[in-house]
């Protein structure tokens, strides 16, 4: 029997987000992007949050809009600035909030690493710059790596395309990005999908995210694309 919970909507979904908490939230951009979890995190009111994301917002909505309301203390991500990311760079040279910057695989690495149970592991990318400051190195095969841990996180927030009723999921194209490594890193994983299907009506060929990695769904129907 599935562990995978139901919430009849996103409120219910994030209402028991901590002040403090770790949230990987998913999303390349605004593809993936899990926007009607975040604001429903948004009216939660959680605080204090240290946010893991590919980026730092865009525009005004979703990630933005969290950040903009001074919800996050800290963001880890790759892309903090683009031409839309105002409100990351408006918070950052007020000094409102902490970056650690993450070069985009080994951000990709650090999640698979938390939820394949790694403790550590060795990664050229890096050495030699900035981004070494402080970390541990070793020369493997004649080239400097640098000793990277997992990051884990309290909760993740993931959009997936459709779950089933045990809680597997499968993603829409490019949207799955970094869905999949959040799911697996988090202690609490929430998903918002188009559309929840009867069990087996997923081809196990198709399945990304197992159930195991799932703990709760939110159907929320989004109009798709061909």
């Known amino acids: 029997m599935s562990r995978t919970q139901f919430p009849a ?7 028991d987000v901590a002040d403090g908490a770790t949230v990987l939230i998913g999303g390349f951009g605004a593809a993936g992007q899990p926007v009607e979890l975040i604001d429903a995190l948004l009216r939660q009111g959680a605080k204090d949050l240290t946010v893991v994301n590919n980026n730092a917002g865009n525009g005004d909505v979703g990630l933005a809009a969290l950040l903009a ?3 996050v203390r800290k ?18 040279r007020a ?21 394949a149970g790694i403790g550590a592991f060795y990664c050229p ?3 030699g710059t900035p981004l070494a400051e402080g970390k541990e190195t070793r020369v493997i095969d004649g080239r400097e790596h640098l000793l990277e841990f997992p990051i ?23 949207a ?5 490594v959040m799911a697996a890193a988090a202690r609490t994983s929430v998903v918002q999908v188009c559309d929840v299907v009867p069990t087996g009506g ?12 799932v703990d709760r769904v939110v159907r929320i129907p989004q109009e798709v694309a061909a």
């Open 9 to 15: 909507d996103a409120d219910a979904a994030v209402a």
């Open 69 to 71: 309301a001074g919800r």
């Open 75 to 92: 963001i880890v991500c790759s892309f903090p600035r683009q031409s839309d990311s105002w409100v990351f760079d408006g918070l950052y």
């Open 95 to 115: 000094g409102r909030i902490e970056l650690e910057l993450v070069p985009q695989g080994t951000l990709a690495e650090r999640l698979r690493a938390a939820g």
């Open 125 to 127: 990318t890096g050495a």
């Open 152 to 174: 884990h996180g309290d909760v993740a927030l993931v959009k997936a395309h459709l779950a089933d009723e045990f809680g597997n999921l499968v993603y829409r194209k490019t």
């Open 176 to 180: 799955r990005n970094f869905g999949p």
């Open 202 to 213: 997923l081809d196990p060929e198709h399945v990304v995210t197992p159930a195991i990695y």
